[in-house]
Protein backbone atom coordinates (compact mmCIF):
# COMPACT_ATOMS: atom_id res chain seq x y z
CA UNK A 1 0.00 0.00 0.00
CA UNK A 2 1.05 3.61 -0.79
CA UNK A 3 0.74 7.29 -0.33
CA UNK A 4 -0.72 9.60 -3.32
CA UNK A 5 -2.34 12.33 -4.12
CA UNK A 6 -4.53 12.97 -7.53
CA UNK A 7 -4.83 16.38 -8.10
CA UNK A 8 -7.45 18.32 -10.83
CA UNK A 9 -9.63 15.35 -11.23
CA UNK A 10 -13.44 14.71 -11.49
CA UNK A 11 -14.95 12.25 -9.14
CA UNK A 12 -17.69 10.76 -11.42
CA UNK A 13 -17.54 13.59 -13.79
CA UNK A 14 -18.32 16.22 -11.46
CA UNK A 15 -17.06 19.21 -10.31
CA UNK A 16 -12.82 19.12 -9.92
CA UNK A 17 -10.97 18.08 -6.80
CA UNK A 18 -8.37 16.18 -5.28
CA UNK A 19 -8.46 12.83 -3.90
CA UNK A 20 -5.78 11.88 -1.25
CA UNK A 21 -4.80 8.15 -0.52
CA UNK A 22 -3.41 7.33 2.64
CA UNK A 23 -2.00 3.48 3.47
CA UNK A 24 -4.09 2.74 0.29
CA UNK A 25 -7.72 3.89 1.14
CA UNK A 26 -9.22 7.28 0.04
CA UNK A 27 -8.05 9.32 2.99
CA UNK A 28 -10.15 12.83 1.32
CA UNK A 29 -11.49 14.53 -1.49
CA UNK A 30 -11.91 18.17 -1.87
CA UNK A 31 -10.80 21.21 -3.70
CA UNK A 32 -6.96 22.09 -3.04
CA UNK A 33 -6.10 19.72 -0.62
CA UNK A 34 -3.28 19.74 1.68
CA UNK A 35 -0.22 17.93 0.23
CA UNK A 36 1.46 16.07 2.96
CA UNK A 37 5.32 16.42 2.80
CA UNK A 38 6.48 13.24 1.04
CA UNK A 39 3.16 11.84 -0.58
CA UNK A 40 3.73 11.72 -4.69
CA UNK A 41 1.57 14.01 -6.80
CA UNK A 42 0.00 13.27 -10.05
CA UNK A 43 -1.36 15.80 -11.97
CA UNK A 44 -4.76 14.48 -13.46
CA UNK A 45 -5.36 17.75 -15.59
CA UNK A 46 -9.19 17.88 -15.80
CA UNK A 47 -9.58 14.19 -16.32
CA UNK A 48 -12.84 11.60 -14.99
CA UNK A 49 -12.17 9.94 -11.83
CA UNK A 50 -14.13 6.41 -11.24
CA UNK A 51 -14.08 3.67 -9.35
CA UNK A 52 -12.49 0.70 -11.22
CA UNK A 53 -13.86 -1.48 -13.77
CA UNK A 54 -14.54 -5.37 -12.30
CA UNK A 55 -14.03 -8.18 -14.44
CA UNK A 56 -16.50 -10.73 -12.83
CA UNK A 57 -16.20 -13.60 -14.76
CA UNK A 58 -13.01 -14.61 -17.46
CA UNK A 59 -11.38 -17.81 -17.85
CA UNK A 60 -7.37 -16.85 -17.32
CA UNK A 61 -6.77 -20.48 -18.11
CA UNK A 62 -7.91 -20.71 -21.83
CA UNK A 63 -6.57 -17.49 -22.85
CA UNK A 64 -4.84 -17.28 -25.83
CA UNK A 65 -3.15 -13.77 -25.04
CA UNK A 66 0.09 -12.72 -26.74
CA UNK A 67 0.36 -15.72 -28.96
CA UNK A 68 0.26 -16.08 -32.49
CA UNK A 69 -3.14 -15.73 -34.23
CA UNK A 70 -4.82 -19.13 -33.42
CA UNK A 71 -8.17 -19.52 -36.08
CA UNK A 72 -10.64 -20.65 -34.68
CA UNK A 73 -12.62 -24.07 -35.77
CA UNK A 74 -15.94 -24.01 -33.86
CA UNK A 75 -17.46 -27.74 -33.76
CA UNK A 76 -21.00 -27.82 -33.11
CA UNK A 77 -21.67 -28.44 -30.04
CA UNK A 78 -20.54 -27.70 -26.68
CA UNK A 79 -19.17 -31.24 -25.84
CA UNK A 80 -17.43 -31.13 -28.88
CA UNK A 81 -16.03 -27.46 -28.35
CA UNK A 82 -14.74 -28.44 -24.56
CA UNK A 83 -13.10 -31.39 -26.30
CA UNK A 84 -11.44 -29.54 -29.29
CA UNK A 85 -10.13 -27.16 -26.57
CA UNK A 86 -8.57 -29.97 -24.38
CA UNK A 87 -6.87 -31.85 -27.35
CA UNK A 88 -5.44 -27.74 -28.42
CA UNK A 89 -4.30 -27.13 -25.07
CA UNK A 90 -2.17 -29.83 -24.84
CA UNK A 91 0.07 -28.11 -27.20
CA UNK A 92 0.53 -24.71 -26.54
CA UNK A 93 3.86 -23.21 -26.82
CA UNK A 94 3.47 -21.00 -23.25
CA UNK A 95 1.96 -22.87 -20.09
CA UNK A 96 -0.63 -21.63 -17.91
CA UNK A 97 1.22 -18.91 -15.96
CA UNK A 98 2.31 -17.15 -18.70
CA UNK A 99 -0.90 -16.89 -20.51
CA UNK A 100 -2.67 -16.28 -17.18
CA UNK A 101 -0.29 -13.36 -16.47
CA UNK A 102 -0.67 -11.51 -20.08
CA UNK A 103 -4.49 -11.91 -19.50
CA UNK A 104 -4.26 -10.18 -16.25
CA UNK A 105 -1.67 -7.71 -16.70
CA UNK A 106 -4.39 -6.44 -20.28
CA UNK A 107 -7.05 -6.42 -18.10
CA UNK A 108 -5.21 -4.14 -15.61
CA UNK A 109 -4.04 -1.63 -18.46
CA UNK A 110 -7.90 -1.10 -18.95
CA UNK A 111 -8.44 -0.20 -16.03
CA UNK A 112 -9.81 -3.43 -14.10
CA UNK A 113 -8.48 -4.16 -10.69
CA UNK A 114 -10.27 -6.95 -9.69
CA UNK A 115 -11.41 -10.53 -11.20
CA UNK A 116 -13.21 -13.89 -10.88
CA UNK A 117 -12.11 -16.31 -13.21
CA UNK A 118 -12.63 -19.92 -13.72
CA UNK A 119 -10.40 -22.61 -14.18
CA UNK A 120 -10.40 -25.98 -15.25
CA UNK A 121 -10.85 -28.72 -12.70
CA UNK A 122 -10.91 -32.41 -14.36
CA UNK A 123 -9.38 -36.10 -13.39
CA UNK A 124 -6.70 -35.50 -16.24
CA UNK A 125 -6.02 -31.57 -15.43
CA UNK A 126 -6.07 -32.16 -11.57
CA UNK A 127 -5.04 -28.95 -10.09
CA UNK A 128 -2.59 -27.91 -12.44
CA UNK A 129 -4.50 -25.06 -13.79
CA UNK A 130 -5.54 -23.69 -10.25
CA UNK A 131 -1.61 -23.57 -9.42
CA UNK A 132 -0.76 -21.88 -12.99
CA UNK A 133 -3.01 -18.66 -12.35
CA UNK A 134 -2.55 -18.53 -9.07
CA UNK A 135 1.84 -18.53 -9.97
CA UNK A 136 0.86 -15.97 -12.37
CA UNK A 137 -1.15 -14.07 -9.94
CA UNK A 138 1.96 -13.93 -7.52
CA UNK A 139 3.61 -11.00 -9.68
CA UNK A 140 0.72 -9.07 -10.00
CA UNK A 141 -1.55 -8.87 -7.43
CA UNK A 142 -0.25 -5.47 -6.01
CA UNK A 143 -2.15 -4.79 -9.29
CA UNK A 144 -5.13 -6.75 -9.28
CA UNK A 145 -7.42 -8.46 -6.97
CA UNK A 146 -8.57 -12.37 -8.05
CA UNK A 147 -10.89 -14.66 -6.95
CA UNK A 148 -11.10 -18.21 -8.52
CA UNK A 149 -13.91 -20.81 -9.09
CA UNK A 150 -12.72 -24.59 -9.40
CA UNK A 151 -14.98 -25.22 -12.25
CA UNK A 152 -15.67 -28.87 -13.41
CA UNK A 153 -16.15 -27.69 -17.56
CA UNK A 154 -14.90 -31.38 -18.65
CA UNK A 155 -18.04 -32.82 -16.22
CA UNK A 156 -18.45 -33.56 -13.32
CA UNK A 157 -20.88 -36.67 -12.51
CA UNK A 158 -19.41 -38.47 -15.64
CA UNK A 159 -15.71 -37.86 -14.36
CA UNK A 160 -15.51 -39.52 -11.29
CA UNK A 161 -12.49 -37.88 -8.71
CA UNK A 162 -13.69 -34.36 -9.80
CA UNK A 163 -15.55 -33.40 -7.11
CA UNK A 164 -12.80 -34.48 -4.63
CA UNK A 165 -10.50 -32.31 -6.56
CA UNK A 166 -13.10 -29.21 -6.59
CA UNK A 167 -13.20 -29.76 -2.55
CA UNK A 168 -9.35 -29.42 -2.35
CA UNK A 169 -9.23 -26.66 -4.68
CA UNK A 170 -10.60 -24.83 -2.16
CA UNK A 171 -7.88 -25.63 0.57
CA UNK A 172 -5.54 -24.29 -2.14
CA UNK A 173 -6.63 -20.88 -3.61
CA UNK A 174 -10.00 -21.40 -4.84
CA UNK A 175 -12.96 -19.58 -2.90
CA UNK A 176 -15.89 -20.74 -5.50
CA UNK A 177 -17.44 -23.60 -6.43
CA UNK A 178 -18.26 -23.90 -10.14
CA UNK A 179 -20.76 -26.04 -12.26
CA UNK A 180 -22.16 -26.15 -16.13
CA UNK A 181 -25.05 -27.37 -18.04
CA UNK A 182 -26.28 -30.23 -15.43
CA UNK A 183 -28.29 -31.82 -17.43
CA UNK A 184 -26.56 -31.52 -20.62
CA UNK A 185 -22.63 -32.35 -19.47
CA UNK A 186 -23.38 -34.49 -16.72
CA UNK A 187 -27.31 -36.21 -17.48
CA UNK A 188 -27.70 -35.31 -14.40
CA UNK A 189 -29.52 -32.26 -12.62
CA UNK A 190 -30.02 -33.69 -8.95
CA UNK A 191 -26.54 -35.01 -8.79
CA UNK A 192 -24.23 -32.01 -9.75
CA UNK A 193 -26.32 -29.70 -7.93
CA UNK A 194 -26.26 -31.86 -4.84
CA UNK A 195 -22.84 -32.36 -5.34
CA UNK A 196 -21.83 -28.90 -6.05
CA UNK A 197 -24.06 -27.44 -2.62
CA UNK A 198 -23.18 -30.33 -0.80
CA UNK A 199 -19.00 -29.29 -1.40
CA UNK A 200 -20.33 -25.02 -1.09
CA UNK A 201 -22.20 -25.85 2.34
CA UNK A 202 -19.61 -27.91 4.17
CA UNK A 203 -16.85 -25.52 2.81
CA UNK A 204 -18.25 -22.22 2.74
CA UNK A 205 -17.69 -21.30 -0.67
CA UNK A 206 -19.47 -19.34 -2.88
CA UNK A 207 -20.76 -20.82 -5.90
CA UNK A 208 -20.92 -19.76 -10.16
CA UNK A 209 -22.80 -22.04 -11.96
CA UNK A 210 -22.29 -21.87 -15.79
CA UNK A 211 -26.31 -22.45 -17.47
CA UNK A 212 -25.81 -21.97 -20.96
CA UNK A 213 -28.98 -24.53 -21.67
CA UNK A 214 -32.24 -22.64 -22.61
CA UNK A 215 -35.95 -22.45 -22.86
CA UNK A 216 -37.98 -24.85 -20.12
CA UNK A 217 -34.59 -27.07 -19.05
CA UNK A 218 -32.55 -23.75 -18.37
CA UNK A 219 -35.79 -22.31 -16.45
CA UNK A 220 -35.97 -25.76 -14.39
CA UNK A 221 -32.43 -25.62 -13.55
CA UNK A 222 -32.66 -22.38 -12.34
CA UNK A 223 -35.48 -23.40 -9.79
CA UNK A 224 -33.61 -26.48 -8.88
CA UNK A 225 -30.58 -23.76 -8.16
CA UNK A 226 -32.88 -21.29 -6.07
CA UNK A 227 -34.66 -24.16 -4.32
CA UNK A 228 -31.27 -25.17 -2.80
CA UNK A 229 -29.80 -21.81 -2.36
CA UNK A 230 -32.77 -21.28 0.38
CA UNK A 231 -32.73 -24.69 1.55
CA UNK A 232 -29.06 -24.23 2.71
CA UNK A 233 -29.45 -20.60 3.63
CA UNK A 234 -26.94 -19.40 0.86
CA UNK A 235 -28.77 -16.26 -0.22
CA UNK A 236 -26.41 -13.64 -1.96
CA UNK A 237 -23.44 -16.41 -2.70
CA UNK A 238 -24.51 -18.08 -5.48
CA UNK A 239 -24.08 -16.79 -9.35
CA UNK A 240 -25.44 -18.00 -12.27
CA UNK A 241 -23.45 -16.72 -15.36
CA UNK A 242 -24.74 -16.55 -19.23
CA UNK A 243 -28.72 -17.87 -17.75
CA UNK A 244 -29.53 -17.92 -21.90
CA UNK A 245 -33.03 -19.30 -20.85
CA UNK A 246 -33.68 -15.73 -19.36
CA UNK A 247 -33.53 -14.27 -22.64
CA UNK A 248 -35.48 -16.96 -25.15
CA UNK A 249 -38.25 -18.01 -22.93
CA UNK A 250 -41.71 -16.16 -22.98
CA UNK A 251 -41.72 -13.45 -20.50
CA UNK A 252 -44.30 -14.62 -18.55
CA UNK A 253 -42.08 -17.47 -17.50
CA UNK A 254 -38.81 -14.97 -17.38
CA UNK A 255 -40.97 -12.63 -14.69
CA UNK A 256 -41.94 -14.92 -12.41
CA UNK A 257 -38.25 -16.43 -12.40
CA UNK A 258 -37.11 -12.90 -11.69
CA UNK A 259 -39.24 -12.78 -8.77
CA UNK A 260 -37.96 -16.32 -7.86
CA UNK A 261 -34.01 -14.94 -8.39
CA UNK A 262 -34.99 -11.30 -6.24
CA UNK A 263 -36.15 -13.94 -3.45
CA UNK A 264 -33.38 -16.42 -3.25
CA UNK A 265 -30.49 -13.82 -3.28
CA UNK A 266 -29.10 -15.19 -6.71
CA UNK A 267 -27.19 -13.46 -9.26
CA UNK A 268 -26.82 -12.85 -12.70
CA UNK A 269 -23.88 -12.10 -14.64
CA UNK A 270 -23.75 -12.06 -18.25
CA UNK A 271 -21.27 -11.56 -21.02
CA UNK A 272 -23.62 -10.16 -24.07
CA UNK A 273 -23.50 -12.81 -26.79
CA UNK A 274 -24.02 -11.49 -30.68
CA UNK A 275 -25.93 -14.46 -31.36
CA UNK A 276 -27.70 -15.51 -28.49
CA UNK A 277 -30.33 -13.69 -26.72
CA UNK A 278 -29.42 -12.86 -22.75
CA UNK A 279 -30.93 -11.86 -19.75
CA UNK A 280 -32.67 -8.68 -19.38
CA UNK A 281 -30.20 -7.14 -17.04
CA UNK A 282 -32.13 -3.68 -16.98
CA UNK A 283 -35.21 -5.38 -15.33
CA UNK A 284 -33.27 -7.86 -13.25
CA UNK A 285 -31.28 -5.02 -11.71
CA UNK A 286 -34.54 -2.65 -11.38
CA UNK A 287 -36.26 -5.94 -9.42
CA UNK A 288 -33.30 -6.30 -7.10
CA UNK A 289 -31.78 -9.11 -8.35
CA UNK A 290 -27.65 -8.69 -8.54
CA UNK A 291 -26.22 -8.68 -11.92
CA UNK A 292 -23.27 -7.18 -13.74
CA UNK A 293 -21.35 -8.02 -16.97
CA UNK A 294 -18.36 -10.03 -17.94
CA UNK A 295 -15.89 -10.91 -20.47
CA UNK A 296 -16.32 -14.97 -20.46
CA UNK A 297 -14.20 -16.37 -23.16
CA UNK A 298 -11.79 -14.37 -25.07
CA UNK A 299 -9.02 -14.84 -27.72
CA UNK A 300 -9.27 -18.72 -26.71
CA UNK A 301 -10.41 -21.86 -28.72
CA UNK A 302 -14.12 -20.70 -28.21
CA UNK A 303 -13.98 -16.96 -29.37
CA UNK A 304 -11.08 -14.73 -31.73
CA UNK A 305 -13.06 -11.99 -30.33
CA UNK A 306 -12.66 -9.58 -26.95
CA UNK A 307 -9.51 -7.54 -25.20
CA UNK A 308 -10.02 -7.84 -21.60
CA UNK A 309 -11.47 -3.80 -21.89
CA UNK A 310 -14.29 -3.75 -19.60
CA UNK A 311 -15.62 -0.23 -21.01
CA UNK A 312 -16.00 -2.54 -24.62
CA UNK A 313 -18.08 -4.96 -22.90
CA UNK A 314 -20.64 -2.50 -21.22
CA UNK A 315 -20.57 -0.43 -24.38
CA UNK A 316 -21.70 -3.88 -25.72
CA UNK A 317 -24.44 -3.85 -23.24
CA UNK A 318 -25.72 -0.25 -23.97
CA UNK A 319 -25.64 -1.00 -28.16
CA UNK A 320 -27.60 -4.06 -27.76
CA UNK A 321 -29.93 -2.58 -25.58
CA UNK A 322 -30.88 -0.03 -27.70
CA UNK A 323 -29.70 2.65 -24.56
CA UNK A 324 -29.99 6.00 -26.45
CA UNK A 325 -30.01 8.67 -23.10
CA UNK A 326 -27.88 9.32 -20.60
CA UNK A 327 -29.67 7.97 -17.68
CA UNK A 328 -29.39 4.42 -20.08
CA UNK A 329 -25.65 4.91 -20.93
CA UNK A 330 -24.71 5.21 -16.81
CA UNK A 331 -27.09 1.93 -16.26
CA UNK A 332 -24.90 0.03 -18.75
CA UNK A 333 -21.73 1.77 -17.10
CA UNK A 334 -22.92 0.87 -13.88
CA UNK A 335 -23.14 -2.91 -15.03
CA UNK A 336 -19.53 -3.29 -14.98
CA UNK A 337 -18.05 -0.71 -12.09
CA UNK A 338 -20.63 -0.38 -8.97
CA UNK A 339 -23.03 -3.68 -10.48
CA UNK A 340 -19.50 -5.88 -10.74
CA UNK A 341 -18.78 -5.14 -7.21
CA UNK A 342 -21.42 -5.42 -5.68
CA UNK A 343 -21.97 -8.85 -7.07
CA UNK A 344 -18.94 -10.20 -6.09
CA UNK A 345 -18.97 -8.78 -2.53
CA UNK A 346 -16.12 -6.53 -2.70
CA UNK A 347 -15.70 -4.34 0.02
CA UNK A 348 -14.17 -0.95 0.34
CA UNK A 349 -15.05 -0.63 -3.01
CA UNK A 350 -15.96 3.05 -4.73
CA UNK A 351 -15.03 6.70 -4.58
CA UNK A 352 -15.62 7.52 -0.89
CA UNK A 353 -13.24 8.72 1.88
CA UNK A 354 -12.57 5.32 3.08
CA UNK A 355 -12.96 3.33 0.39
CA UNK A 356 -9.88 1.28 -1.16
CA UNK A 357 -7.63 3.80 -3.10
CA UNK A 358 -8.44 2.12 -6.26
CA UNK A 359 -9.57 4.29 -9.87
CA UNK A 360 -9.03 5.10 -12.99
CA UNK A 361 -8.73 8.23 -15.08
CA UNK A 362 -10.28 8.79 -18.18
CA UNK A 363 -10.29 11.91 -20.22
CA UNK A 364 -13.48 12.89 -21.46
CA UNK A 365 -16.47 15.35 -20.82
CA UNK A 366 -18.93 13.10 -18.97
CA UNK A 367 -19.01 9.36 -18.25
CA UNK A 368 -21.71 9.06 -20.63
CA UNK A 369 -19.70 9.96 -23.16
CA UNK A 370 -17.05 8.36 -21.93
CA UNK A 371 -19.03 5.28 -22.60
CA UNK A 372 -19.57 6.20 -26.24
CA UNK A 373 -16.34 6.80 -27.05
CA UNK A 374 -14.17 4.79 -24.85
CA UNK A 375 -11.09 6.75 -24.55
CA UNK A 376 -7.98 5.25 -23.17
CA UNK A 377 -7.21 4.84 -19.70
CA UNK A 378 -5.21 7.64 -18.66
CA UNK A 379 -4.11 6.25 -15.29
CA UNK A 380 -5.05 2.83 -13.51
CA UNK A 381 -4.44 3.13 -9.84
CA UNK A 382 -4.31 0.01 -6.93
CA UNK A 383 -4.74 0.66 -2.99
CA UNK A 384 -2.58 4.23 -4.29
CA UNK A 385 0.08 3.00 -6.27
CA UNK A 386 -0.23 3.55 -9.82
CA UNK A 387 -0.67 -0.05 -11.97
CA UNK A 388 -0.96 1.37 -15.76
CA UNK A 389 -0.83 4.42 -17.94
CA UNK A 390 -2.22 5.28 -21.33
CA UNK A 391 -3.15 1.58 -21.76
CA UNK A 392 0.47 0.35 -20.57
CA UNK A 393 1.04 -1.93 -17.57
CA UNK A 394 3.88 -0.50 -15.84
CA UNK A 395 6.19 -3.46 -14.46
CA UNK A 396 6.07 -3.20 -10.49
CA UNK A 397 3.61 -0.38 -10.50
CA UNK A 398 4.84 3.08 -9.91
CA UNK A 399 4.88 4.81 -5.88
Known amino acids: ?83 NEVAIRKDLPWGVPERAGNLMRRCVEMGSTHIRSHVDISTGYKLDNLHGVLEAWEKVKHAVGLELVAFPQTGLMIDPGTAELMEAALDEGASVIGGIDPATIDADPKGHLDTIFGIASRKGAKIDIHLHEPGELGLFELGMIAERTRALGMQGRVVVSHAFCLGDSPAHKVQRMIDVLAEAGIGIISAVPGEIGFPPMFELAARGVRCAVASDSLRDTWNPHGDGDMLDRCWLLAYRTHCRTDAELLRALDMGTRRGADLLGLEGYGLEVGCEGSLVLIAGENRAQILVDRPPRALVVKRGRVVAADNQWIDGGAP
Do not use: C, Y
Not at 57 to 66: E, F, M, N, R, S
Open 1 to 83: MTDLLLANVRPDAKESADILIRGGKIAAIGRDLNRPEGVPVVDGQGTIAIAPFVEAHVHLDKILWGLPWHSINVPPSLRAMID
